[in-house]
């Protein structure tokens, strides 16, 4: 069987989830780094991880990592991999990539050694001394860290966070799998009540649906990958087919969802109908301080407004204090709170049963899990 080494890139703070999912999927030899995850990966696996993954940013395979600290190292480094094995002679192969901590900083000097030296084993090869690039896309990708260079190839085209059910949004959305991530630290039930009373665009609710159903992400979408012979269109077909047989439709998950503006609950109930869950997921037009949930049991996951762009500091602390009065304290419901405000706990009123660093975006954030019975002695 055709094996090679998968990368799959993340954000900080869901590696170990990522790592997860890929043993959970069958992937073998499963390494978490910071900000990504390696892992063997076969044709299936690759096409696997990419419908499948929840909470990683794109599925890349890497084919070599090595130190660069000159120009000519990293020409001579990239030059002895085998790029013959995948990119062919009329194919387009775009260079891009970062360089953090390291003597190459220059972004558009690494960008042409790596593609100059791309060229030259090209040619070798083939014989061409220019490449029409008008064939099937292999986006190259580099990663220069603390002068070590990874060179990979993008299997996925656009991040796996576009699922296909989200064309427009509210200001300030959550990140698909950063909403995925939220939702597998809350160990979210295949039965579970599950609610969002800041619900927005509905992501935290789509996001839940398609995890408590074991519905893959990506099952609505393509990826680049598909248009290479490396990985045959049967491989994907059997891969398609085989995550549609693991869906649960018959459970009984279901989602409420809430927000005080129309245009976010109707944008809310489109874009689950869009992502398959119309049929789990109901929002209504209600402010936070009238959130009363009316299942026994609950488990309520939110990413309220931070006072950096929706509202300023002082009115995301009182929305705070409001969740702490009007989340049921009583046994039956957990919940978890996305915010980068250091305060939280404090006008909340409780002390977090747990707390995980997560970023949304550039931005420092910790989720606050909720799952025991609240005690006196909880209380900040």
Not at 258 to 286: C, F, M, Q, W, Y
Not at 298 to 304: E, T
Not at 311 to 319: K, P
Request: aromatic residues 8%; hydrophobic residues 40%.
């Amino acid at each position: 069987m055709q094996t090679f080494q998968l990368a799959v890139p993340c954000l900080l703070g869901v590696e170990g989830l990522v790592a997860d999912e890929l043993r959970q999927m069958g992937a073998e030899n499963v390494q978490a780094e910071n900000g990504r995850v390696l892992c063997a990966g076969s044709p299936e696996m690759l096409a696997r991880a990419n419908l499948s993954l929840r909470c990683g940013e794109r599925v890349q395979v890497l084919l070599g990592s090595f130190p660069a600290r000159t120009f000519d190292e990293l020409f001579e480094g990239v030059r002895a991999l085998p790029w013959e094995r995948w990119i062919g002679r009329d194919d387009a192969f775009p260079v891009k990539g970062r360089t953090l901590s390291s003597k190459l900083h220059s972004l558009p000097d690494c960008q042409k050694i790596i593609k100059k030296a791309i060229v030259k084993r090209l040619h070798r090869q083939y014989g061409l001394t220019w490449f029409p690039e008008t064939g099937r896309l292999y986006q190259v990708q580099f990663l220069l860290l603390k002068d070590r260079v990874s060179l990979l190839l993008d299997t996925s085209g656009q991040g796996l966070h576009k699922r296909g059910y989200r064309k427009t949004s509210t200001i300030a959305p959550i990140k698909e799998t950063l909403a995925a991530a939220l939702v597998t630290l809350s160990r979210v039930r295949t039965d579970a009540s599950f609610y969002d009373p800041c619900c927005g665009s509905g992501t935290l609710l789509i996001e839940g649906a398609l995890y408590a159903t074991h519905t893959a992400p990506g099952l609505s979408r393509r990826f680049s990958a598909e248009a290479w012979p490396q990985v045959p269109a049967r491989v994907w077909q059997r891969e398609r087919e085989r995550a549609k047989d693991l869906i649960l439709r018959d459970a009984a998950f279901c989602a409420y969802g809430s927000d005080i503006d129309p245009a976010a609950v109707a944008l809310t109930l489109e874009n689950a109908k869009k992502a398959g869950v119309g049929a789990r997921v109901r929002a209504v037009v209600r402010d936070l301080k009238d959130f009363s949930p009316h299942t026994e049991y609950g488990c309520i996951v939110c990413n309220p407004p931070y006072g950096e762009r929706l509202l300023d500091v002082e009115a995301a602390r009182t929305l705070y204090r409001t969740m702490g009065r009007v989340f049921p304290q009583r046994r039956g419901f957990h919940y978890t709170i996305i915010s980068p405000d250091e305060t939280f706990e404090s006008c909340f009123g409780r002390r977090a049963d747990r707390r995980r660093k997560l970023y949304n975006g550039m931005l420092k954030c910790q989720a606050y899990l909720y799952y025991k019975a609240p005690r006196a002695a909880d209380k900040t």
